[in-house]
Nanobody
């Protein structure tokens, strides 16, 4: 199983970025997908998750209204559209796949995800 994330970069406060994560090696549509981030010197934290069919989505409070997670099961890809970016959003962003297929809820702890992308760095600075 491979997850390939891309789309990070340097952006000014208030700007936007779109992260993508392409998956291969397992039946993508059978798994909840999540995005996590890890700021310098801090632990990796959950940001957003999306159910297999996209019908249920969960965000941490600090990104609600600014970030949008989506998925295209035909392309085996999950996205994270980030808008109104703030300096505190600066981090390495990781996509991840739930370790259990057909789970009925979105899990937010890192140990419930078994495959991870390589990370894409997002820097919000003027």
């Amino acid at each position: 199983v491979q997850l390939q994330a891309c789309g990070g970069g340097l952006v000014q406060p208030g700007g936007s970025l779109r992260l993508s994560c392409a998956a291969s090696g397992r039946t993508f549509r059978s798994y909840v997908m999540g995005w996590f981030r890890q700021a310098p010197g801090k632990e990796r934290k959950f940001v957003a998750g999306i159910m297999r069919d996209g019908a249920m989505i969960y965000y941490i409070d600090s990104v609600k209204g600014r970030f949008t997670i989506s998925r295209d099961n035909a392309k085996n890809t999950v996205y994270l559209q980030m808008s109104s970016l703030k300096p505190e959003d600066t981090a390495v962003y990781y996509c991840a796949s739930d370790r259990r297929p057909f789970r009925a809820n979105i899990v937010t702890t890192a140990d419930e995800y078994d495959y991870w992308g390589q990370g894409t760095e997002v820097t919000v600075s003027s």
